[in-house]
């Protein structure tokens, strides 16, 4: 398993257009229409809503 560190947290709303971005852990943060949420900053991913609802928009680097 390759360990990775997370350089943005960001993703995409698909309804909306928003890119929101989690920058700090506990930095939850929902796009506008309130259909997807974005949360961990640069230690861990976590997505609300559905899957479909948004684009994966997070880069990361070599640990």
């Known amino acids: 398993m390759e360990n990775k ?4 947290n960001k993703i995409k709303c698909l309804k909306c257009g928003d890119i929101i971005e989690s920058t700090s852990v506990h930095d939850f943060r ?12 640069l230690e861990y991913l976590r ?3 559905e899957h479909e609802d948004w ?7 070599e640990a």
């Not at 560190?5 to 943005?8: A, L």
């Open 5 to 8: 560190k997370i350089r943005t």
């Open 30 to 41: 929902f796009c506008s229409c309130g259909a997807c949420a974005v949360d961990g900053g």
């Open 47 to 49: 997505r609300v809503g």
């Open 55 to 61: 684009e994966e928009l997070s880069e990361f680097e």
